[in-house]
């Protein structure tokens, strides 16, 4: 039986790409620090999902 460590992982850290381990404490990320960092990342509007904006209902329409 082989144990499996992280260099050994087939994950990687979204953030830096080192391996990790699924069962890390941070998991998927390697560290707080990546985890924080990629946090940042999404409040700074770095990253984007596909597709048409959504649309917010305004929402007196229709108490009139």
């Known amino acids: 039986m082989t ?3 992280p260099s050994d992982s087939p994950f ?3 953030t830096c790409k080192k391996p ?3 069962g890390a404490e ?3 990320f390697c560290s707080e ?3 924080i960092t ?3 990342r999404w409040a700074a509007g770095d990253y984007r999902i596909a597709g048409e904006p959504a649309v917010i209902p305004d929402e007196t329409e229709g108490y009139e």
């Open 3 to 5: 144990s499996k460590t």
């Open 12 to 14: 990687r850290c979204p």
């Open 20 to 22: 990790v381990a699924r």
């Open 26 to 28: 941070q998991f998927p």
């Open 33 to 35: 620090r990546c985890r």
């Open 38 to 40: 990629d946090l940042g």
